[in-house]
């Protein structure tokens, strides 16, 4: 096992690149090592790396990957070219949803487009450099959107979140939970309510590490919970993370984000959501143009090794939802915040890039 000092969604060393295997936590600490950008891409619709942001940088880092496995076994720029192109392509269905993906390798397509007079080993120093710029830069935008978002959470608020928009699903810090650790950090008292988040458990497993390990009060709730914890008053706000934002503020998330942000609007509850600029796709006019992935049925017949469906029921298990902009109070970006979103205040927040 190749286990660095602190818990890195992914890190390169020695030429490899090592991505925590969120699979198995958080009961074990391991990483995938990869030396091919199959593995990579593997990794990333196996989903031993998820979360949007944690998957465009991953897959910059298997444009990177391609070019010293060509750079090790054949050296002409037209093999370089052409495997780069097959790698951006498996990468790129790896997984649907995530914008994050296509807006990675875009920039490194870019990259490469502007350096093409570069020797072989230049362009894999280059690529190399290009995706631990990526992934640099979202940790630091995480950080902005915790300082933009720290002005919504009030004093003791008690906040629901849903999966994990956390360290693990991004470049570090988090975003929903970022807006949280930066709240803490400014010395506010906050309660986390965490979805388990069927079918994967990335709430019970992922975001309660995460909280565990940062000393934030927590409380882990089944999904359907939700309602009740809202009836109750025991919930201030919600805040989640994003996969894919239309033009318009319509927001994919993980599956069962609708079903809260319908329950809040109900309960006269913000829902919020954390995103950076590199899951807002300005291409897309509305959310119903959001490509939703479907996963395998063994998600939901099993829970871990043991069924618990019976054999032949049929199963629809969508990873995502569409969240309608109206039901959202906010969008917290790294470039601040943009309270009721739609296409012009979308337009306007990239105008200011
Ligand atoms: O299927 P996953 O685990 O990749 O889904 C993750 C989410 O839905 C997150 O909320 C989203 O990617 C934002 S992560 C900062």
Known sequence: ????????????????????????????????????????ADAIREMAVRGAPAIGITAAFGMAVAAYEVLAEE??????????????RELFKARPTAVNL?????????????????????????????????????????????????????????VLTHCNAGALATGGYGTALGVIRASVAEGKKVHVYIDETRPLLQGSRLTAFEMLHDDIPATLVTDNCAGSLMKQGKIDLIVVGADHIARNGDTANKIGTYSLAVLAASHNIPLYVAAPLSTIDLALPAGEDII??????????????????????????????????????ALITEKGVIYNPDQEKLYKLFAKV
């Not at 030429?15 to 990483?31: F, K, N, T, W």
């Not at 050296?75 to 951006?88: D, G, K, P, V, W």
């Open 75 to 88: 050296n002409t720029q037209a093999r370089l070219r052409s495997y780069l192109a097959e790698a951006s």
């Open 292 to 329: 939703i992935e479907e996963r395998k049925p063994e998600e939901v017949t099993c829970f871990g090794n043991q069924a618990v469906a019976p054999d032949g029921i049929e199963v629809y298990n969508p990873a995502f939802d569409v969240t309608p902009a109206k039901l959202i109070k």
């Open 102 to 158: 296509a807006w990675a390798l875009e920039r490194i397509e870019k990259w490469l487009s502007e350096n093409e007079g570069l020797s072989l080993k230049d362009i894999a120093a280059g690529l190399l450099r290009e995706a631990e710029a990526i992934y640099r830069e979202d940790l630091e935008n995480n950080r902005m959107i915790g300082i933009n978002g720290c002005a919504l959470i009030p004093d003791r608020a008690s």
């Open 1 to 40: 096992m190749n286990q660095p000092e602190r818990l890195y969604t992914l890190y390169w060393k020695d030429g490899r690149l090592y991505i925590l295997d969120q699979r198995l936590l958080p009961h074990r600490v391991e990483y995938l090592s990869c030396t091919r950008y199959r593995e990579v």
